[in-house]
Protein backbone atom coordinates (compact mmCIF):
# COMPACT_ATOMS: atom_id res chain seq x y z
CA UNK A 1 0.00 0.00 0.00
CA UNK A 2 2.77 2.66 0.64
CA UNK A 3 4.37 1.90 -2.69
CA UNK A 4 1.14 2.31 -3.95
CA UNK A 5 0.71 5.94 -2.34
CA UNK A 6 4.22 6.69 -3.80
CA UNK A 7 3.70 5.70 -7.11
CA UNK A 8 0.19 7.38 -7.31
CA UNK A 9 2.03 10.63 -5.98
CA UNK A 10 4.85 10.25 -8.44
CA UNK A 11 2.07 9.91 -11.16
CA UNK A 12 0.20 12.86 -10.30
CA UNK A 13 3.53 14.88 -9.75
CA UNK A 14 4.33 13.81 -13.71
CA UNK A 15 0.48 15.03 -14.75
CA UNK A 16 1.50 18.59 -12.84
CA UNK A 17 4.66 18.83 -14.38
CA UNK A 18 3.94 17.70 -17.94
CA UNK A 19 0.19 19.82 -17.79
CA UNK A 20 0.55 21.00 -21.67
CA UNK A 21 1.86 18.45 -23.17
CA UNK A 22 -1.20 15.86 -21.95
CA UNK A 23 -3.82 19.02 -22.31
CA UNK A 24 -4.89 18.29 -18.39
CA UNK A 25 -5.35 21.09 -16.18
CA UNK A 26 -3.01 20.92 -13.21
CA UNK A 27 -5.66 21.65 -10.81
CA UNK A 28 -7.55 18.28 -12.34
CA UNK A 29 -4.21 16.29 -11.69
CA UNK A 30 -3.38 17.22 -8.08
CA UNK A 31 -6.80 16.68 -6.94
CA UNK A 32 -7.28 13.16 -8.39
CA UNK A 33 -4.04 12.78 -6.96
CA UNK A 34 -4.53 13.55 -3.40
CA UNK A 35 -7.64 12.02 -3.13
CA UNK A 36 -6.38 8.15 -4.78
CA UNK A 37 -3.54 8.67 -1.88
CA UNK A 38 -5.93 9.48 0.87
CA UNK A 39 -8.30 6.48 -0.33
CA UNK A 40 -5.40 3.96 -0.69
CA UNK A 41 -4.26 4.99 2.81
CA UNK A 42 -8.09 4.41 4.55
CA UNK A 43 -7.98 0.33 2.83
CA UNK A 44 -4.69 -0.43 3.20
CA UNK A 45 -4.69 1.69 7.21
CA UNK A 46 -3.62 -1.54 9.19
CA UNK A 47 -0.68 -1.53 6.74
CA UNK A 48 -0.12 2.26 6.82
CA UNK A 49 -0.62 3.83 10.17
CA UNK A 50 1.56 3.69 12.53
CA UNK A 51 1.76 1.01 15.15
CA UNK A 52 1.45 3.48 17.85
CA UNK A 53 -2.36 4.79 16.44
CA UNK A 54 -3.53 0.93 17.21
CA UNK A 55 -2.24 1.27 21.02
CA UNK A 56 -3.51 4.07 21.68
CA UNK A 57 -7.30 2.59 20.33
CA UNK A 58 -6.31 -0.54 21.90
CA UNK A 59 -5.06 1.34 25.74
CA UNK A 60 -8.55 3.52 25.31
CA UNK A 61 -10.64 0.10 24.65
CA UNK A 62 -9.02 -1.55 27.52
CA UNK A 63 -9.86 1.11 30.32
CA UNK A 64 -13.99 1.06 29.34
CA UNK A 65 -15.61 0.87 32.56
CA UNK A 66 -18.15 -1.85 31.28
CA UNK A 67 -19.70 -3.45 28.43
CA UNK A 68 -22.33 -0.74 27.52
CA UNK A 69 -19.05 1.98 27.55
CA UNK A 70 -16.96 -0.40 25.07
CA UNK A 71 -19.67 -0.96 23.19
CA UNK A 72 -20.11 3.27 22.38
CA UNK A 73 -16.14 3.16 21.83
CA UNK A 74 -15.38 3.85 18.05
CA UNK A 75 -14.55 1.19 15.88
CA UNK A 76 -10.30 0.37 15.05
CA UNK A 77 -10.66 1.51 11.61
CA UNK A 78 -12.92 4.66 12.98
CA UNK A 79 -10.67 5.34 15.73
CA UNK A 80 -7.70 5.32 13.48
CA UNK A 81 -9.31 7.28 10.75
CA UNK A 82 -10.63 9.89 12.96
CA UNK A 83 -7.12 10.21 14.93
CA UNK A 84 -5.36 10.33 11.67
CA UNK A 85 -7.03 12.46 9.31
CA UNK A 86 -8.95 15.51 10.51
CA UNK A 87 -5.52 17.20 12.09
CA UNK A 88 -3.86 17.19 8.34
CA UNK A 89 -7.71 18.62 6.68
CA UNK A 90 -8.02 21.03 9.56
CA UNK A 91 -4.55 22.53 8.40
CA UNK A 92 -5.57 22.12 5.17
CA UNK A 93 -8.80 24.09 5.46
CA UNK A 94 -7.26 27.04 7.06
CA UNK A 95 -4.66 27.09 4.47
CA UNK A 96 -7.25 27.58 1.55
CA UNK A 97 -9.68 29.99 4.05
CA UNK A 98 -6.36 31.56 4.21
CA UNK A 99 -5.67 31.77 0.35
CA UNK A 100 -9.35 32.66 -0.49
CA UNK A 101 -9.42 35.42 2.24
CA UNK A 102 -6.15 36.96 0.54
CA UNK A 103 -7.22 36.36 -3.17
CA UNK A 104 -10.78 37.87 -2.77
CA UNK A 105 -8.99 40.82 -0.70
CA UNK A 106 -6.74 41.30 -3.72
CA UNK A 107 -9.85 41.59 -5.84
CA UNK A 108 -11.84 43.69 -3.74
CA UNK A 109 -8.71 46.29 -3.43
CA UNK A 110 -8.37 46.16 -7.48
CA UNK A 111 -12.37 46.64 -8.06
CA UNK A 112 -11.75 50.17 -6.82
CA UNK A 113 -8.93 50.94 -8.77
CA UNK A 114 -6.39 50.49 -5.34
CA UNK A 115 -3.71 49.45 -7.24
CA UNK A 116 -3.41 52.15 -9.99
CA UNK A 117 -2.38 54.24 -6.97
CA UNK A 118 0.64 52.14 -6.58
CA UNK A 119 0.93 51.15 -10.44
CA UNK A 120 1.34 55.33 -11.16
CA UNK A 121 3.77 55.75 -8.92
CA UNK A 122 6.01 53.82 -10.74
CA UNK A 123 8.05 55.86 -13.24
CA UNK A 124 10.87 52.98 -13.87
CA UNK A 125 10.64 51.77 -17.52
CA UNK A 126 13.66 50.23 -17.65
CA UNK A 127 13.57 46.57 -17.14
CA UNK A 128 16.65 46.10 -15.36
CA UNK A 129 15.86 48.99 -12.52
CA UNK A 130 11.96 47.79 -12.18
CA UNK A 131 13.28 44.26 -11.88
CA UNK A 132 15.33 45.61 -9.14
CA UNK A 133 12.78 47.40 -7.14
CA UNK A 134 10.43 44.72 -7.49
CA UNK A 135 12.68 42.25 -6.04
CA UNK A 136 13.59 44.60 -2.90
CA UNK A 137 10.35 45.61 -2.44
CA UNK A 138 8.70 42.00 -2.36
CA UNK A 139 11.52 40.92 0.43
CA UNK A 140 11.00 43.19 2.77
CA UNK A 141 7.48 43.29 2.47
CA UNK A 142 6.96 39.33 2.60
CA UNK A 143 8.98 39.40 5.84
CA UNK A 144 6.59 41.32 7.73
CA UNK A 145 3.06 39.75 6.08
CA UNK A 146 4.36 36.76 4.92
CA UNK A 147 5.61 34.90 1.13
CA UNK A 148 1.88 33.96 0.56
CA UNK A 149 0.05 36.86 0.85
CA UNK A 150 2.83 39.16 -0.79
CA UNK A 151 2.79 36.60 -3.95
CA UNK A 152 -0.68 37.43 -4.55
CA UNK A 153 -0.12 40.90 -3.58
CA UNK A 154 2.71 41.26 -5.82
CA UNK A 155 1.87 39.33 -8.85
CA UNK A 156 -1.34 41.19 -8.76
CA UNK A 157 0.63 44.53 -9.00
CA UNK A 158 2.62 42.96 -11.87
CA UNK A 159 -0.56 41.91 -14.04
CA UNK A 160 -1.34 45.83 -14.15
CA UNK A 161 1.80 47.35 -14.79
CA UNK A 162 3.87 45.03 -16.97
CA UNK A 163 2.01 44.27 -20.94
CA UNK A 164 4.40 42.06 -22.24
CA UNK A 165 3.65 38.36 -21.04
CA UNK A 166 7.18 36.67 -21.02
CA UNK A 167 8.77 39.61 -19.41
CA UNK A 168 5.99 39.51 -16.86
CA UNK A 169 6.80 35.79 -16.27
CA UNK A 170 10.16 36.55 -15.08
CA UNK A 171 9.27 39.40 -12.88
CA UNK A 172 7.06 37.08 -11.70
CA UNK A 173 9.55 34.46 -11.03
CA UNK A 174 12.29 36.77 -9.32
CA UNK A 175 9.36 37.64 -7.32
CA UNK A 176 8.80 33.97 -5.71
CA UNK A 177 12.68 34.13 -5.15
CA UNK A 178 12.30 37.12 -2.79
CA UNK A 179 8.79 36.69 -1.38
CA UNK A 180 10.25 33.51 -0.33
CA UNK A 181 13.98 34.56 0.82
CA UNK A 182 12.06 37.66 2.57
CA UNK A 183 10.07 35.08 4.76
CA UNK A 184 13.17 32.77 5.79
CA UNK A 185 14.41 36.15 8.15
CA UNK A 186 11.63 36.71 10.44
CA UNK A 187 9.49 34.57 12.49
CA UNK A 188 6.04 35.80 10.91
CA UNK A 189 7.36 35.24 7.40
CA UNK A 190 7.16 32.25 6.56
CA UNK A 191 5.43 28.84 8.36
CA UNK A 192 8.38 26.78 8.33
CA UNK A 193 10.30 29.97 10.57
CA UNK A 194 7.21 30.33 12.35
CA UNK A 195 6.79 26.72 13.72
CA UNK A 196 10.60 27.16 14.75
CA UNK A 197 9.86 29.74 16.77
CA UNK A 198 6.64 28.91 18.60
CA UNK A 199 9.18 25.32 19.49
CA UNK A 200 11.37 27.49 21.07
CA UNK A 201 13.75 26.98 18.52
CA UNK A 202 14.93 30.21 17.36
CA UNK A 203 14.20 33.45 19.09
CA UNK A 204 12.82 36.78 16.72
CA UNK A 205 16.12 38.80 17.34
CA UNK A 206 18.34 36.18 16.58
CA UNK A 207 17.10 34.92 13.50
CA UNK A 208 16.95 38.02 11.95
CA UNK A 209 20.27 38.89 12.71
CA UNK A 210 21.68 35.37 11.59
CA UNK A 211 19.60 35.04 8.33
CA UNK A 212 19.18 38.76 6.69
CA UNK A 213 22.57 38.28 4.98
CA UNK A 214 22.04 35.05 3.42
CA UNK A 215 18.65 35.97 2.60
CA UNK A 216 19.61 38.77 0.82
CA UNK A 217 22.36 37.28 -1.09
CA UNK A 218 19.66 34.48 -1.89
CA UNK A 219 17.96 37.76 -3.65
CA UNK A 220 20.81 39.28 -4.78
CA UNK A 221 22.39 36.62 -6.65
CA UNK A 222 19.28 36.20 -9.16
CA UNK A 223 18.79 39.30 -9.23
CA UNK A 224 22.39 39.79 -10.65
CA UNK A 225 21.96 36.68 -13.08
CA UNK A 226 18.77 37.93 -14.54
CA UNK A 227 19.80 41.70 -15.24
CA UNK A 228 21.98 40.55 -17.70
CA UNK A 229 18.91 39.36 -20.05
CA UNK A 230 16.54 41.64 -18.90
CA UNK A 231 17.56 45.25 -20.81
CA UNK A 232 15.62 47.89 -22.77
CA UNK A 233 12.02 49.31 -21.91
CA UNK A 234 9.06 48.28 -20.35
CA UNK A 235 5.77 48.07 -22.05
CA UNK A 236 3.71 49.17 -19.50
CA UNK A 237 -0.01 48.47 -18.81
CA UNK A 238 -2.29 52.15 -18.50
CA UNK A 239 -3.19 52.60 -14.44
CA UNK A 240 -6.21 53.27 -15.09
CA UNK A 241 -8.19 51.72 -18.20
CA UNK A 242 -10.46 53.14 -20.17
CA UNK A 243 -13.74 50.73 -19.80
CA UNK A 244 -13.23 52.01 -16.07
CA UNK A 245 -13.58 55.42 -17.38
CA UNK A 246 -17.28 55.91 -16.76
CA UNK A 247 -16.99 54.42 -13.08
CA UNK A 248 -18.04 56.11 -10.26
CA UNK A 249 -15.07 55.56 -8.56
CA UNK A 250 -13.54 58.66 -6.28
CA UNK A 251 -9.65 59.15 -5.82
CA UNK A 252 -10.86 58.08 -2.18
CA UNK A 253 -12.52 55.14 -2.99
CA UNK A 254 -9.19 53.93 -4.82
CA UNK A 255 -6.86 55.26 -1.46
CA UNK A 256 -9.57 54.13 1.22
CA UNK A 257 -9.33 50.35 0.00
CA UNK A 258 -5.67 50.34 -0.97
CA UNK A 259 -4.91 51.55 2.44
CA UNK A 260 -7.67 49.37 4.40
CA UNK A 261 -6.49 46.38 2.15
CA UNK A 262 -2.96 46.65 3.37
CA UNK A 263 -3.56 47.28 6.83
CA UNK A 264 -5.77 44.38 6.39
CA UNK A 265 -2.99 42.22 5.42
CA UNK A 266 -0.40 43.22 7.56
CA UNK A 267 -2.52 42.95 10.45
CA UNK A 268 -2.70 38.92 10.10
CA UNK A 269 0.57 38.10 11.52
CA UNK A 270 -0.14 40.69 14.54
CA UNK A 271 -3.83 39.66 15.15
CA UNK A 272 -1.94 35.23 15.50
CA UNK A 273 0.57 36.69 17.82
CA UNK A 274 -1.67 38.12 19.93
CA UNK A 275 -5.12 35.52 20.00
CA UNK A 276 -2.66 32.68 19.12
CA UNK A 277 -5.81 32.28 16.78
CA UNK A 278 -4.86 30.32 12.95
CA UNK A 279 -3.51 32.80 10.57
CA UNK A 280 -6.75 32.45 8.15
CA UNK A 281 -9.14 33.75 11.34
CA UNK A 282 -6.92 37.32 10.85
CA UNK A 283 -7.63 37.12 7.51
CA UNK A 284 -11.34 36.43 7.16
CA UNK A 285 -11.74 39.16 9.83
CA UNK A 286 -9.58 41.30 7.41
CA UNK A 287 -11.97 40.58 4.15
CA UNK A 288 -15.32 40.76 6.72
CA UNK A 289 -14.22 44.57 7.76
CA UNK A 290 -13.60 45.16 3.99
CA UNK A 291 -16.99 43.61 2.94
CA UNK A 292 -18.69 46.25 5.65
CA UNK A 293 -17.07 49.31 4.42
CA UNK A 294 -17.75 47.81 1.01
CA UNK A 295 -21.49 48.05 1.49
CA UNK A 296 -21.42 51.26 3.19
CA UNK A 297 -19.12 53.09 0.47
CA UNK A 298 -21.51 51.83 -2.03
CA UNK A 299 -23.96 53.80 -1.60
CA UNK A 300 -21.58 56.71 -3.16
CA UNK A 301 -21.79 54.77 -6.18
CA UNK A 302 -24.06 54.31 -9.14
CA UNK A 303 -25.54 50.88 -9.64
CA UNK A 304 -23.08 49.78 -12.55
CA UNK A 305 -20.09 50.56 -10.62
CA UNK A 306 -21.84 49.06 -7.14
CA UNK A 307 -22.33 45.65 -9.07
CA UNK A 308 -18.84 45.85 -10.12
CA UNK A 309 -17.18 46.37 -7.11
CA UNK A 310 -18.93 44.67 -4.21
CA UNK A 311 -17.36 41.41 -2.95
CA UNK A 312 -19.61 38.88 -4.25
CA UNK A 313 -18.47 39.92 -7.73
CA UNK A 314 -14.87 39.50 -6.54
CA UNK A 315 -15.56 36.60 -5.37
CA UNK A 316 -16.50 35.25 -9.16
CA UNK A 317 -13.25 36.51 -10.18
CA UNK A 318 -10.88 34.63 -7.99
CA UNK A 319 -9.43 32.07 -9.53
CA UNK A 320 -11.23 28.69 -7.96
CA UNK A 321 -8.91 26.63 -10.19
CA UNK A 322 -5.85 27.73 -8.41
CA UNK A 323 -7.58 27.25 -4.89
CA UNK A 324 -8.43 23.70 -5.65
CA UNK A 325 -4.97 22.69 -7.18
CA UNK A 326 -3.98 23.54 -3.76
CA UNK A 327 -6.17 21.61 -2.48
CA UNK A 328 -4.84 18.57 -4.20
CA UNK A 329 -1.80 18.98 -3.69
CA UNK A 330 -2.02 19.48 0.39
CA UNK A 331 -4.06 16.12 0.30
CA UNK A 332 -1.14 14.58 -1.98
CA UNK A 333 1.33 16.01 0.97
CA UNK A 334 -0.49 14.87 3.68
CA UNK A 335 -0.62 11.49 3.03
CA UNK A 336 2.71 11.19 2.48
CA UNK A 337 2.93 12.71 5.80
CA UNK A 338 0.55 10.60 7.96
CA UNK A 339 2.17 7.54 6.67
CA UNK A 340 5.40 9.18 7.43
CA UNK A 341 7.19 8.63 4.43
CA UNK A 342 8.94 12.43 5.07
CA UNK A 343 9.89 11.29 8.43
CA UNK A 344 11.51 8.23 7.31
CA UNK A 345 13.42 10.39 4.80
CA UNK A 346 14.44 12.75 7.83
CA UNK A 347 15.90 9.40 9.61
CA UNK A 348 17.26 8.20 6.45
CA UNK A 349 19.42 11.40 5.70
CA UNK A 350 20.13 11.51 9.81
CA UNK A 351 21.59 7.65 9.27
CA UNK A 352 23.49 7.82 6.02
CA UNK A 353 25.04 11.21 6.35
CA UNK A 354 24.68 12.47 10.09
CA UNK A 355 26.21 15.86 9.53
CA UNK A 356 23.45 18.12 10.98
CA UNK A 357 24.37 21.15 8.43
CA UNK A 358 24.59 19.04 5.52
CA UNK A 359 21.09 17.64 5.67
CA UNK A 360 19.50 21.17 6.82
CA UNK A 361 20.94 21.86 3.21
CA UNK A 362 19.64 18.23 1.86
CA UNK A 363 15.99 19.26 3.38
CA UNK A 364 15.36 22.30 1.92
CA UNK A 365 16.80 21.02 -1.80
CA UNK A 366 13.89 18.04 -1.24
CA UNK A 367 11.18 20.58 0.02
CA UNK A 368 11.36 21.51 -3.69
CA UNK A 369 9.57 18.86 -4.51
CA UNK A 370 7.26 17.85 -1.09
CA UNK A 371 5.69 20.10 1.87
CA UNK A 372 8.52 21.72 4.13
CA UNK A 373 6.27 21.87 7.24
CA UNK A 374 6.39 17.93 7.58
CA UNK A 375 10.03 17.93 6.87
CA UNK A 376 10.94 20.48 9.75
CA UNK A 377 8.87 19.00 12.04
CA UNK A 378 10.17 15.94 11.59
CA UNK A 379 13.73 18.23 12.13
CA UNK A 380 12.43 19.23 15.16
CA UNK A 381 11.62 15.39 16.27
CA UNK A 382 14.97 14.44 15.49
CA UNK A 383 17.46 17.18 16.90
CA UNK A 384 14.49 17.74 19.75
CA UNK A 385 17.80 17.71 22.40
CA UNK A 386 19.72 20.75 20.18
CA UNK A 387 19.43 23.76 21.92
CA UNK A 388 17.84 26.91 21.34
CA UNK A 389 19.49 28.86 18.88
CA UNK A 390 21.86 26.71 17.49
CA UNK A 391 23.05 27.01 14.03
CA UNK A 392 21.34 23.37 13.07
CA UNK A 393 18.22 25.48 13.26
CA UNK A 394 18.87 28.99 11.95
CA UNK A 395 20.37 26.68 8.73
CA UNK A 396 17.10 24.41 8.85
CA UNK A 397 14.93 27.94 9.13
CA UNK A 398 16.43 29.71 6.02
CA UNK A 399 17.05 26.36 3.93
CA UNK A 400 13.57 25.26 4.03
CA UNK A 401 12.15 28.95 3.55
CA UNK A 402 14.46 29.16 0.42
CA UNK A 403 14.87 25.82 -1.11
CA UNK A 404 10.82 26.16 -2.17
CA UNK A 405 12.07 28.42 -4.79
CA UNK A 406 14.48 26.13 -6.62
CA UNK A 407 10.78 24.35 -8.33
CA UNK A 408 7.53 26.02 -9.28
CA UNK A 409 5.39 23.81 -6.83
CA UNK A 410 7.40 23.79 -3.67
CA UNK A 411 5.93 27.00 -1.87
CA UNK A 412 3.16 28.29 -1.40
CA UNK A 413 4.37 31.69 -3.07
CA UNK A 414 5.52 29.51 -6.21
CA UNK A 415 1.77 27.45 -5.94
CA UNK A 416 -0.05 30.70 -5.86
CA UNK A 417 2.03 32.29 -8.56
CA UNK A 418 2.15 29.40 -10.83
CA UNK A 419 -2.19 29.32 -10.60
CA UNK A 420 -2.19 33.19 -10.93
CA UNK A 421 -0.52 33.80 -13.90
CA UNK A 422 -1.22 30.34 -15.52
CA UNK A 423 3.35 29.44 -14.83
CA UNK A 424 4.17 25.84 -16.95
CA UNK A 425 6.02 24.32 -15.11
CA UNK A 426 8.96 23.53 -17.38
CA UNK A 427 9.16 27.17 -17.93
CA UNK A 428 9.98 28.17 -14.83
CA UNK A 429 12.33 24.56 -14.51
CA UNK A 430 13.98 26.33 -17.27
CA UNK A 431 14.06 30.30 -16.63
CA UNK A 432 14.09 30.39 -12.77
CA UNK A 433 15.15 27.30 -11.23
CA UNK A 434 18.58 27.73 -11.84
CA UNK A 435 18.40 31.16 -10.42
CA UNK A 436 16.49 29.96 -7.62
CA UNK A 437 19.51 27.43 -6.83
CA UNK A 438 22.12 29.84 -7.37
CA UNK A 439 20.92 32.28 -4.80
CA UNK A 440 20.06 29.33 -2.22
CA UNK A 441 23.62 28.00 -2.58
CA UNK A 442 25.23 31.56 -2.15
CA UNK A 443 22.85 31.91 0.66
CA UNK A 444 24.48 28.89 2.43
CA UNK A 445 27.83 29.91 1.75
CA UNK A 446 27.10 33.50 3.32
CA UNK A 447 26.16 32.21 6.35
CA UNK A 448 28.91 30.01 7.05
CA UNK A 449 31.00 32.38 6.00
CA UNK A 450 29.61 34.82 8.84
CA UNK A 451 29.82 31.96 11.60
CA UNK A 452 33.16 31.56 10.83
CA UNK A 453 34.00 35.21 11.10
CA UNK A 454 31.60 36.06 13.59
CA UNK A 455 31.33 32.91 15.32
Known amino acids: MLTAIIFVFVIGYLAIVFEHQIHINKAASAIVTGVLCWTIYAIGYEELVPQ ?21 LPAKLE ?19 FLMGAMTI ?24 LLWIVGWVTFFLSSVLDNLTTAIVVVSLLKKLVADRETRLMFVGIAIIAANAGGAWTVI ?29 CLLIPLVIASRSMTGELTLVS ?54 VSELVSHTMDEKTKSSTGVMSALRRVDMSSILFFLGILLAVGALGSVEVLKN ?79 DFMWYAKRIAPLALAGYLGGVAIYFLQKMILG
Open 239 to 292: SVTDENDDKTIQPWHRALFLGLGLAGLMMVPIFKAYTHLPPFMGMVLSLGVLWV
Open 189 to 217: GDVTTTMLWVKNKISSLDVMRELFLSSAV
Open 345 to 423: IAVYLQNTIGNSSIIAIIIGLVSAVVDNVPLVAAGIEMYGDTPPNDSFWMLLAYCAGTGGSCLIIGSAAGVAAMGLEKI
Open 79 to 97: FVTESQLPKGFVEIAGILF
Open 106 to 129: VELVDAHEGFSLVTRLVKAKNKTT
Open 52 to 72: AAFEAWEKLHSVGADAHAVAH
